[in-house]
């Protein structure tokens, strides 16, 4: 139990510090299940499209979180034409 505002003060210090680390692990999970929907509509070939779509490790830059997701690698030319192109 919280008694005085000093203690509420430190107990939401404590919060805005570990904030960002939950939010992180939060957005890595969900950017996992959003990454493996999307791969059940990426056009197959040989798969290798399909196969290079990643989840990067989120990123903390002070109160901001950042979790990047896409598909390229060695599809990289493929992947921009599929893009562009509508009539495959």
Do not use: C, F, N, W
Not at 40 to 68: C, F
Request: no cysteine; aromatic share 4%; hydrophobic share 45%.
């Amino acid at each position: 139990m919280l008694e005085g505002v000093a203690q509420l003060q430190a107990a939401l210090h404590k919060a805005a510090d570990l904030a960002p680390k939950a939010l992180a692990s939060a957005g890595y999970v969900e950017m996992e299940k959003v990454m493996a929907d999307s791969k059940a509509l990426v056009p197959v070939d040989m798969g290798i499209l399909r196969d290079s779509g990643t989840v990067l490790p989120p990123e903390i830059h002070g109160t901001e979180v950042e979790v990047v997701a896409g598909y390229g690698g060695a599809a990289s030319d493929y992947a921009l034409v599929q893009h562009e192109r509508l009539d495959y």
